[in-house]
């Protein structure tokens, strides 16, 4: 259900706000793997008509690193292009991310990370800010909905003026916070033109080295950029006792306690690298500042430094506001030194719900299975697994895995402990997860016959993030046969309740079989079943 | 003309809809408005909930502020109380009493209303019921919005009018049971506190 306003005036979830922006702008292509809090920018290019009629590419990708890639091949190709992924995902991608710093862009090319601070759905909450400043790229954080949206067109006149990828940054509260959106006039989409340098994307080290020179040559231009960006402003105010540096939604969580107005300065900020000038007039001006921004303690690092500055700063790292979590209005309201606005606590009988499997899932069927093959007679402690809806099958009552760490993990990790010895030593990967890092780990097994169980849970779908299409569909015992896997070990079976004793049966005998084993429990995610279009 | 709402609930259990249908009524007449979601690992059956804002000035914060909201509308009854810390002192809580229970150590249903009732401003619905009354359990969440609709600072015509722009496309006969659920909300907040 979508609230449409107007054709100018849309109601926009953030994420859908930076595809729609992207669209509008002129961009030629998306390229994604799908990670909350950033999944819906691509779903929101998926579902556009006027994407589909211009021929937008909008499929996912494999994973992270393909689709900076390919942004990377079509910003080449100069066109303009965009792409998503969780903060995570830039780790994935963290190889050509960076390297993209030095080729610089030709196509206007915006990478979007999103952040979760508080770890709604996540492993951490590291700050993509660090990313940006690590690859000397300038970073746009949008602090609403509608700047998300204008950043687009900036974002990619910025890219295509500088010729320099550039990072938006974005948290989980503005990615799933829906706002009213004003539309500019769409731009058509680039033509095909190569860079003028043909050798840009050579990173030869001689060609490394100039092209690294001159990107550390260009930041005094960015941060002139920064100083005076529409997006970073300083706002004037009669108190000097303090200063607030506000960044991109910390700004919204000052303002929203000063409902007549600020009386201290404030210096928001939403593009870096951070505005010297606008700073330093802070510094100059007030006694103290107090720095809000969203994520790790970025800015008031750089304020720190190691010496003592010449006035007090306040922020994450003095205690003023927590060192980690994310930021909420009440928070801000008691570092800026007002009374709490609390309610009532939440009463004892209020007990926590973790989310938990579908009814009917697959997954619990594997699970009960391989709980009898190995816990039960094994002991805990011999089961890896990797990120996804299965990942839940470590709570209670199953308490099946011993490891979730990153995409691809289980595969890898349940290698090195079988080298070690560690006897039975299993894989449990989802499908999706398994296209989009468990290949190669499952080929380093292969090489060297490695002693391990690997059960790649086939649903058909990338469940966790909301169905999205999985690249394994149907393709997991080909993959797994090209990867040198002995046809006779790579065991297909259906997870049902019906079918308990043929699983255990499975496990067991895969477990006993010295090598490489593949397991594939295979059966469609119940949420994708029940989406399927109904025939009329 | 402001008003902060939190919409509560289980993943699953589609609080969304309620939301949807404020949020078109809201924009129509030209209020601004921010609703922060949950998507993710929560809608696995997890709690969530939404954060709805509507005013007559430009809003900052996506998050509605502790203690700065005037409404709980929550469509399960436990999860009612998980956001208290949120609701001003004289805030309504308005809840549906049907229980969802995916945990093995959900509390009993009297503890849970002597909680609420502690509450000067609550209002405890049968929701499901009056939405089977209606035509269909699913309108649950519609017979919610119906309870809350005197406290929202918008004409119940207007949602009315929210109802039949948002199920429109889905037919005359799902726009009227979708109605007749918004009235039977309204009608029994009504009587609980006439
Ligand atoms: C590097 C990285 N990218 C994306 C994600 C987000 N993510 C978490 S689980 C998941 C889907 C896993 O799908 P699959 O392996 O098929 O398992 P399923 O949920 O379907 O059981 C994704 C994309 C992540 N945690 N890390």
């Not at chain 1, 990107?215 to 941060?223: A, D, G, M, P, R």
């Not at chain 1, 402990?417 to 468990?438: C, E, K, R």
């Not at chain 2, 609550?122 to 919005?145: C, F, Q, S």
Request: glycine content about 10%.
């Amino acid at each position: 259900m979508e609230a449409k306003l107007s054709d100018k005036k849309q109601l926009l979830l953030g994420d859908e706000a930076i595809a729609q922006g992207a669209i509008d702008a002129g961009a030629s292509g998306f390229y994604a793997y799908p990670g909350t809090p950033s999944t819906e920018i691509l779903e929101y290019v998926q579902r556009s008509r006027v994407a589909q009629e211009k021929g937008i590419h909008s499929q996912w990708s494999a994973n992270e690193k393909t689709a900076v890639e390919a942004g990377l091949g079509m910003s080449y190709a100069g066109k303009r292009t965009m792409a998503c992924m969780k903060h995570v995902g830039l780790n994935v991608a963290a190889d050509s991310f960076v390297n993209s710093g030095i080729t610089g862009a030709n196509g206007g090319y915006i990478i979007v990370s999103a952040d979760d601070p508080s770890m709604h759905s996540s492993q951490n909450e590291q700050d993509s800010r660090f990313y940006g400043k690590f690859a000397f790229m300038p970073v746009l954080e949008p602090s609403s909905q509608q700047e998300a949206y204008d950043m687009c067109f900036y974002g990619f006149d910025f890219s295509e003026k500088y010729k320099i990828p550039v990072l938006m940054r974005i948290t989980t509260r503005l990615a799933h916070s829906r706002s009213g959106v004003e539309l500019k006039d769409p731009r058509e989409p680039n033509s095909i033109t190569l860079p003028e340098d043909a050798r840009q994307f050579v990173l030869l080290p001689a060609i490394s080295r100039r092209r690294y020179k001159k990107l550390l040559e260009t930041q005094s231009k960015f941060i002139e950029e920064s100083n005076n960006s529409p997006y970073n402003k300083y706002i004037e105010a009669g108190d000097k006792k303090r200063g607030i540096i506000a960044c991109g939604l910390g700004y919204n969580y000052v303002m929203e306690n000063y409902p007549d107005g600020c009386p201290h300065p404030i210096l928001k900020i939403c593009q870096y690298p951070l505005p010297d000038k606008l700073i330093k007039r802070m510094a100059e001006e007030c006694e103290e500042i107090l720095v809000v921004e969203e994520g790790m303690p970025l800015v008031e690092e750089q304020l720190r430094g190691f010496m003592n500055a010449p006035l007090t700063i306040r922020g994450r790292l003095d205690g003023t506001l927590s060192r980690d979590g994310e930021l909420n209005p009440n928070m801000v309201r008691v570092a800026l030194g007002m009374d709490s606005m609390m309610g009532d606590n939440v009463p004892d009988l209020v007990k926590s719900r973790p989310p938990a499997f579908c009814v009917g899932c697959g997954h619990i069927d594997f699970f009960k299975a391989l709980n009898e093959a190995v816990k039960d007679k094994h002991g805990d402690g011999h089961v890896f697994s990797d990120i996804g809806c299965y990942t839940l099958a470590a709570q209670p009552p199953f308490e099946s895995i011993n490891s979730c760490v990153d995409m691809g993990a289980s595969i890898t990790m349940a290698k090195g402990a079988a080298d070690a010895g560690l006897f039975p030593s299993i894989a449990v990967i989802g499908d999706s997860t398994f296209t989009h890092s468990g290949i190669t780990g499952l080929l380093d097994c292969a090489i060297e016959s490695t002693n391990i169980v690997v059960c790649i849970l086939d649903n058909s779908t990338t469940a966790m993030t909301g169905g999205q299409n999985s690249h394994a569909s149907g393709r997991v015992r080909d993959i797994c046969l090209g990867l040198g896997i002995n046809p006779e070990h790579i065991r297909e079976c259906v997870p049902l309740p019906k079918n308990h004793e043929e699983l255990v049966k499975i496990i067991n005998e895969e477990v006993a079989y010295e090598g490489v084993s593949v397991v594939v429990p295979t059966r469609e995610c119940v949420q994708t079943i029940g989406k399927k279009p109904k025939k009329q | 003309m402001k008003k902060d709402i939190i919409l509560a609930g289980v993943g699953g259990q589609g609080i969304l809809s309620i939301a949807t249908i404020i949020g078109h009524v809201a924009v129509k007449k030209n209020l601004h408005l921010k609703q922060a979601e949950v998507h993710g690992m929560s809608q696995r059956g997890g709690d969530v909930q939404s954060h709805l804002r509507i005013s007559d000035k430009p809003i900052f914060s996506d998050l509605v502020p502790h203690g700065g909201a005037d409404i709980i509308l929550s469509v399960e009854p436990m999860e009612s109380l998980r956001y208290l810390p949120w609701l001003k002192k004289e805030g309504w809580v308005i809840t549906n009493t049907s229980p969802y229970i995916n945990i093995t150590n959900y509390p009993e249903m009297d503890v849970i209303l002597g909680e609420l009732k502690k509450r000067k401003n609550h209002i405890a619905i049968p929701a499901e019921d009056l939405a089977a009354e209606a035509g269909t359990k699913r309108a649950m969440n519609i017979v919610m919005l119906g309870a809350a609709a005197q406290f929202l600072g918008i004409d119940f015509a207007e949602l009315e009018d929210g109802i039949r722009a948002v199920f429109g496309r889905k037919g005359d006969k799902i726009v009227d049971v979708n109605l007749k659920a918004l009235r039977a909300g309204r009608d029994f907040t009504d009587k609980a506190t006439a």
